[in-house]
Structures are given as C-alpha cells and as structure tokens.
C-alpha cells in the first residue's frame, strides 16, 4: 500500500493538516480525543465536503482539489468501519455483511465472516447485538467489498472494555490472512505496537510524527497520549502449547515463551493473543530466584522514557519481544535502569490475560 | 343505496388517486427539507404549509384562477385539449394540493429520523445517492411515509372547499360524499344526509385506524 497524503481541512478548533506518505501494511493513527484523527478517516472515505489537497492511493488519485476531482466515496473503495459500527438496524447481521459484496467476488463474504467468526451471529439484527459483536459485522461488511485499503476508526475507545469485546485479536487475523491494508486510529499503544508497521500521530490536527512503528510510538507518543487515563499494555502474540509437565504456554516468535492462565478449552496448537499492562511487571537488577511468578526472563534495557509525573516506561528486549515495564521514578533511579543495563522482568501468570 | 356506492367508490377513488399523484414529489420535497439546510427553508416550509391553515376556499379559489380557461395553467392546458375545471380531474387535483402538507410533514420527520452517517456508510459500500435512498433511507423512513400517506388519504377522503369552487359539486361527475352530504342538507333532505355522514363517518375511522396502528407499532418494531 501506498498512500499520499497532502491535505488541509479547516474543523471547528482548528485546522487539519497532514502532510505524509505512508507505506506500510497497517498504520496506526495515533492522538487524543479530537485531534482529527476520525475527520482524517473521513476525508480519506470521501465523506467530508470541503478538504483540500491530494489524496493518492496505489498511484491512483482519489482527491486533487487543484484538478478539482474528487472521487465520490461509492468509488473510493475504502473499507470504513466507524467508532460505532453504524450497522444498518434494518438488516440482519449477514444481510449487513453483504451489503456492499462486489459480484464474483462471494469468496470474500465467506472469508469475512469466518475470520470473524460471525457464523453463529447472522441471523440477528444489530439490536440484539453486543459491541463488540457490531464491530466485528461492521469489520466484516467493510472486508467484504474487497477495499482497496481498511479505514477503521477506533472500535471501542477504553481498555476497560471488556476482554473478550475487544476486537484486536480479529484484527490480527484480518491482517495476517485477509491481507488488506489498514489505518486503524487507535488510542492504545500496545495495540498500534502489534498492529501497525507506521505510525502517525496526530495533535490538534498536525502531525508531530509519522514513521516506522518502532520509532514513532516511544516518548512522544506516550507525551501525547498523557492524560487520557489509560494505561499501557503488551499484547504478545504466539501459538499456544501444553508441555508434558502441564500448564499452558504462548509460544512467540523468536522462541520466547510464556506461562498463561490455564483452561481446558484451549486447545494447543491456536494462535492466541495476550494483554499485559504495563504496571504489572515487576522490574529487578539482579537475576531473580525463588519468586512466585511463573514468568522470568532476562533481557537489556532498551530505552526508558517518561510516562506522566512520577512513572516511566523501560522498554525492555527479551529474546526479541520488546517488553514495556512501568516503574516510578524513584525506583529507576535508584536501581540504576539505563539503556543497556541488565535486567530481569517477572510476570504472573494471572496478569496475562487472552484477549477475546 | 345504489347511489351511495357510488359515492363511496368515487370518493375512495379520488382519495387514492390524490395520493398517488403527491406521493412521488411529496416524498423528494420531504426528504429535500429533512436534508437541506439553507436559507429560505423557513419561507419554503411555510408556503408548504399554507393548505393546512389556509381556508380551503382561498386555495380552492387560486386553483380556479390557474386552471381556468384563462388562466396561465388553463391555457397551456386547454392548447393539450385538456379540460380540468369541474371534471373528476379537478376533485382529484383539489384533494392532491389539500393533502400536500400532510404527507410532507410526516414523511419528512420519518426522513429526519435516519442517521445520515448511515447513508454515508452505505456510499462507502458502493451505493450511489439513489440507490442509498432506495436502500437505506427509505427503509428506515417507511413508517413515516406510510403514515402521511394515510393522513393525505383521510384528509382527501373529506375535502370540501377547495374541490367545490374547483370542480362544482355535479352529481354523479364531481359530486364526492361530502360534497354530496352538503348539497342534501340545502336540499332539505337531512335524513339521507345523516345517513351519509354516517358512512363518511366509517370511512374515516377505517383510515384513521390504520394510521394510528401504525404509529402504534413504531415502538415494539425498533427493538426487533
């Protein structure tokens, strides 16, 4: 995918101006409540009158206010899930995924509702539908028009949503089997970290970084993202395992693994994802013996960066899985937490949560 | 009772035909007011209005004027070979312009009751302006639609004064149960006048039921 962006669009407090050019896969869209991030969507989808500028997607060009075109939205072939799913109430769940199916291309309606398990849903109207469940038909009707590029607006805003409402896992799987590129706006910076290979971050509708993942979502994401109250998570991916001696595993990529909560409905062998927050690790100097958590890793400090006033966030490299731990400031200081250093980080196994 | 079949069936027939006639640009100027926001809409939505609250007899009088041989309507009509004034075709007009305001006012509220961010979704679907008209507004409108098209039916069923001045009231031509309800009272016939308010009566509640029964159901059919 790759998306020129040069667009000016005055809003109500100020005025949007992004200038970029993104190239990967997924984007995350990063920023605080209102700082332009849906108005980005929908200049992208073709639903806001009145932005000026270019729009370039795959070499083809969707806005050029110069050359006065502007495709209308029904030919953009942009996959818009809005933050609150807008199903249509009048259709059911599968008569909603079919909605916008491009003929001869069924299979995608098929392959829509299985990675996001609506099977069992398609009868119901969206009234009697959960959240989480809208967004996935929502998810699903968007994927089903074979897009061009996925535009999803933050499905649901807070971490305290419920585990098994959240949508990131299925997002994965659109990701990783579907295929489709994505910008996904997002709060959350452990899921723009698993989900995104750019990142963007958007302040009163200018851009203070775009770039690489890795890079952009450090510091100045967390400066920015300070004070909406939510904390940070890592969400590790992996294949799950049960060894002989019992228990349950997250095998990760680069060999890694973790202990998770145990339940017989897992089957090993499944891909499954998992949340830890980040004030949940604890963070020790010296190699650590006889502790209760299951989970002890050693690895090097990365970087540490402030958080808010009194926290800071130690980004740590265990076998290739970068960890974020947050400690207080006090407690970097005086162990002496510094890029480099050696650390061991131990997590409880009932701090790792499956997501869905 | 012959003649008060026929009576009924005329004045069923007008009223049906009315509402047929308004429904196709009292639906697009419905859905225009619930959409546009602009200046004059107030004046627009006020001049919409005026059938509602002017006497029926004014507007009864201004169709006349129009349709009349030599008014401005009248004389392009006439050039067609078309004769509107005292015909049937007047009492279906009158009852048209009467029930106007009806169907407008309700199929617009039905029309301001969708979420406009549904149609928006529905574009990023690949629908065009129509066809999400078609495929999603009006779905969601129905109710209302429905409903003010039994409100144009009801109130053609008993329009008098516009159709008088209009149309005459010709027994057996013009003449519909309330113009025939009149013409018995000036007749002195006031027995056969009551019994034909009484059907007129009936006539209404039917329509007027079948109005309420939909607004009633409103309320149980959004949770489905």
């Known amino acids: 995918m790759s998306l020129e962006l040069d667009i000016r669009l005055p809003l109500a407090r100020f005025t949007l101006e992004v200038g970029t050019r993104l190239d990967g896969a997924s984007v995350a869209v990063m920023g605080r409540s209102g700082s332009g991030k849906t108005s980005l969507l929908e200049v992208l989808a073709g639903l806001r009158r009145g932005a000026r500028g270019r729009v370039v997607l795959d070499g083809r060009v969707l806005l050029d206010s110069v050359a006065r075109s502007d495709v209308p939205p029904e030919q953009r072939r942009m996959g818009y899930v809005p933050q609150d799913a807008l199903l249509f109430p009048h259709l059911t769940a599968e008569q909603n995924v079919r909605y916008g199916a491009r003929p001869g291309r069924a299979s995608r309606v098929d392959e829509a509702v299985e990675i996001l398990e609506l099977a069992p849903l398609l009868r119901r109207y969206p009234a009697t539908l959960s959240g989480g469940e809208k967004q996935r038909v929502a998810l699903a009707r968007a994927l089903a028009t074979d897009p061009a590029l996925l535009l999803l607006d933050e499905p649901l805003a807070a971490l305290d949503v419920a585990l098994k409402e959240r949508v990131l896992p299925y997002l994965l799987r659109v990701r990783d089997e579907a295929r489709v590129p994505m910008l996904y706006v997002t709060h959350q910076l452990g899921e723009a970290r698993v989900l995104a290979r750019e990142a963007l971050l958007l302040d009163q509708g200018q851009v203070r970084a775009a770039g690489p993942a890795a890079e952009v979502l450090g510091a100045a994401a967390r400066g920015l993202l300070a004070g909406e109250g939510e904390g940070e998570e890592n969400i590790l991916e992996g294949v799950l395992e049960r060894p002989d001696d019992g228990g349950l595993r997250l095998r990760m990529q680069g060999g890694l693994s973790l202990w998770v909560p145990d339940s017989p409905a897992l089957a090993p062998g499944t891909r499954a994802a998992y949340a830890v927050p980040a004030a949940d690790i604890l963070l020790s100097i010296q190699l650590l013996a006889g502790v209760s958590a299951r989970n002890v890793m050693t690895g090097t400090v990365v970087n540490v960066e402030p958080v808010a006033t009194g926290e800071e966030a130690a980004t740590v490299e265990v076998a290739g899985v970068r960890w974020v731990v947050w400690l207080t400031s006090t407690s970097v200081r005086e162990l002496d937490v510094v890029p480099g250093a050696r650390v061991s980080l131990a997590v409880k196994t009932s701090a790792c949560r499956r997501l869905r | ?224």
């Not at chain 2, 069936?9 to 049906?16: G, L, N, Y």
């Not at chain 2, 859905?31 to 627009?44: F, N, Q, S, T």
């Not at chain 2, 050039?79 to 009492?91: D, R, S």
Request: glycine share 10%; charged share 15%.
């Open chain 2, 1 to 224: 009772m012959e003649g008060v079949a026929a009576l009924v069936s005329f004045t069923i027939w007008v009223a049906t035909l009315a509402t047929l006639l308004i429904l196709p640009p009292g639906l697009a100027v419905a859905y225009a007011l619930a959409r546009w926001e602009g200046p004059g809409k107030g004046v627009v939505e006020t001049v919409l209005t005026l059938p509602l609250v002017l006497p029926p007899t004014a507007v009864g009088l201004v169709l006349l004027e129009l349709l009349g041989r030599n008014g401005p309507l009248g004389r392009v009509l006439d050039a067609w070979g078309m004769e509107v004034v005292f015909t049937p075709k007047a009492v279906v007009l009158a009852s048209a312009v009467m029930a106007f305001p009806l169907l407008v006012r309700s199929a617009r509220s039905g029309f301001e009751e969708v979420d406009p961010r549904l149609v928006a979704v529905a574009r990023t679907l690949g629908d065009s302006r129509t066809r999400a008209f078609f495929r999603v507004t009006l779905p969601l409108a129905w109710r209302g639609v429905l409903v003010g098209a039994l409100l144009a039916f009801s109130r053609a069923l008993g329009e008098f004064g516009a159709t008088v001045l209009v149309a005459g009231n010709i027994p057996g031509r013009t003449q519909t149960l309330s113009l025939a309800i009149f013409q018995r009272t000036q007749l002195g016939r006031d027995a056969e006048a009551l019994r034909l308010a009484g059907v007129a009566a009936l006539l209404a509640f039917v329509a007027v039921f079948a109005t309420e029964a939909v607004t009633r159901r409103r309320g149980r059919r959004v949770r489905a």
